[in-house]
């Protein structure tokens, strides 16, 4: 099997991006890819896309030829890849195969969601078709719902308490803060996050992340041809993936996820990795107590500790175990198939030493963890995946932060000019190339623009509502 | 999986016991067509025969 490594990132800006299309957003983080990359179209070989329910949100299927098409690389292979939340950690984990396998050489892993376009209710009925239609759904669970179920239980057997739970999204919206990239520019205190609508007991809307568009794309080769595109390679080590029962009810437990345990066992033993050796991970933080039993799960601390190292400060951004240094699903923003390559995009920067203001002192040793099912914005297990990414035999080789990353802006209004120096439009993928492209410096990509929203403290006010118990009690 | 009725959130903590009750779940449609299923009610808030 050959090593695999990430040669090339891109990724939209997230947020509500109405005047953005799916195909736009799509071709302008592949487009960012290739060029990190300084490849050109004509030199991929396969893709594979992340989307939870382009069917549902903007009624398209068949995106996977769609992209193919629009991005002008038809006839390279492209694959869809549905796993709920964790479709765009799938989508790269079978790109990895492809090259791993020596299949393919220069593979595509992308991830696409575009959410807004549909009202918050209607998007949320949407996000709850992948729970368990006949025993969750039916009787009318919702995923924070679940997750309310699992954080009771959380609080009832170790103490986890409602201040805990707020320090992990106050964390990941500060986090957010320094990423331009990011869905919620907002510094919120726990005393702020307490006081926000409650959405399913204990949950409240400034623990759940929100519905958002967003893309996002690496591209991927193998590692002994890794230095031909780029001198900082980082190679995916491990790659680990599990299943579950689809029903929260029919599992072992509330309080701990066996699939997550399961694939980040996998995925320590192929990147022979501990977890005391991880710098930093990017997890899911559906809601605040997915995060609190992620990091029990992966090892970082005992079970039952996750509220209290939170509290602690050991997984802030200056921590010794930094977590969504990003802003993670809360702060960054959740749009589902792209949830995952965005993950491994943040990994990707901070080992590079490109993550700029957010960047993680001591950054050779990353972890990804994504969680698919139970509805999108806060969900069980039925499948999940974790990729380790390391920076294996290369550390120290890296060149300090550039200046990928626009100052962490605190409130963001109006809007700027296009992103990007090769601000990608029509024309897809395959009209682009390295040489091609004008205006200053490929390897310096502009901050994304600040457009679509008011201001960015307004999360969408209409995505709680429908998160509680939703059909009539009577 | 079910919902829990006839009670207050506040009422009810974690070990308490619960039967199942023949329920409407919800009605759909402008027909109002009725699903009807189970719910679980706390068993010390079972109606009392004669009350």
């Not at chain 1, 050959?2 to 799509?26: H, Y």
């Not at chain 1, 030199?43 to 995106?63: K, L, P």
């Not at chain 1, 200056?318 to 589902?336: A, K, Q």
């Amino acid at each position: 099997m050959r090593r695999v490594a990430v040669v090339g990132v891109g990724q939209t800006k997230f947020g509500e991006l109405w005047d953005t299309s799916f195909r736009q957003m799509i071709i302008e983080a592949g487009t960012r890819a290739l060029e990190d990359a300084g490849i050109s179209g004509e030199e991929i070989d396969a893709m594979y896309v992340g989307n939870m329910s382009a069917g549902q949100f903007i009624r398209q299927e068949h995106i996977a030829s769609l992209i193919a098409d629009h991005s002008g690389l038809a006839p390279v292979p492209c694959t869809r890849v549905e796993a709920a939340c964790a479709s765009g950690a799938l989508a790269l984990r079978e790109a990895m195969v492809a090259v791993a396998s020596g299949m393919h050489d220069v593979v595509v892993a992308a991830g696409i969601e575009k959410m807004t376009d549909v009202i918050a209710e209607a998007g949320q009925e949407m996000l709850a078709t992948v729970s368990d239609q006949e025993w969750e759904a039916f009787v009318g669970a919702t995923f924070p719902s679940l997750f309310a179920l699992m954080a009771r239980r959380h609080m009832h057997e170790f103490g986890t308490t409602d201040e805990q739970r707020a320090l992990v999204a106050v964390k990941n919206h500060h986090n957010a803060c320094l990423n331009a990239y990011a869905q919620h520019h907002v510094e919120l205190t726990v005393e702020r996050v307490l006081q926000s609508p409650m959405v399913s007991s204990p949950l409240r809307m400034m623990e759940c992340a929100s519905l958002t568009d967003g893309a996002a794309c690496l591209i991927l080769v193998p590692l002994e041809e890794a230095r031909k595109y780029t001198d900082t390679p980082v190679e995916i080590a491990g790659s680990g993936q599990a299943s579950d029962t689809i029903a929260l009810g029919d599992r072992e437990s509330l309080v701990s996820l066996r699939a997550t345990r399961e694939a980040a066992r996998k995925a320590y033993r192929m990147a022979r990795v501990e977890p005391k050796q991880v710098d930093l991970a990017e997890v899911h933080d559906s809601t605040t107590i997915s995060e609190i039993m992620a990091i029990e799960d992966l090892g970082f601390c005992e079970k039952g500790k996750g509220g209290k190292i939170t509290e602690e400060g050991m997984t802030a951004i200056d921590g010794p175990l930094p977590v969504n240094p990003s802003g993670g699903l809360e702060g960054r923003g959740h749009p589902i198939g792209a949830t995952g390559i965005a993950q491994a995009l943040e990994i990707v920067l901070q080992l590079r030493g490109e993550a700029g203001k957010r960047q993680v002192k001591k950054a050779e040793v990353g972890l990804t963890h994504t969680v698919g099912g139970e509805r999108g914005d806060g969900g069980g297990a039925p499948l999940q995946e974790e990729i380790a990414c390391t920076s294996r035999g290369s550390g120290g080789r890296y060149p300090t932060a550039t200046a990928w990353w626009a100052p962490g802006a605190g409130t963001a209004t109006g809007s700027s000019s296009p992103p990007g120096p090769s601000a990608p439009t029509a024309g897809g993928w395959a009209s682009w190339s390295p040489t091609g492209s004008a205006g200053g410096g490929g390897s310096t990509p502009s901050p994304p623009s600040t457009r679509g929203r008011g201001t960015s403290e307004s999360r969408s006010p209409t995505c709680w509502p429908s998160w509680s118990w939703r059909r009539d009690r009577g | 999986m079910a919902q829990l009725t006839d009670c207050q959130e506040e009422e009810v903590r974690i070990g308490d016991e619960v039967e199942l009750v023949f329920r409407r779940i919800k009605e759909e449609g402008e027909e109002g067509i009725i699903h009807y299923g189970f719910k679980a009610r706390l068993v010390r808030a079972r109606p009392q025969p004669g009350a």
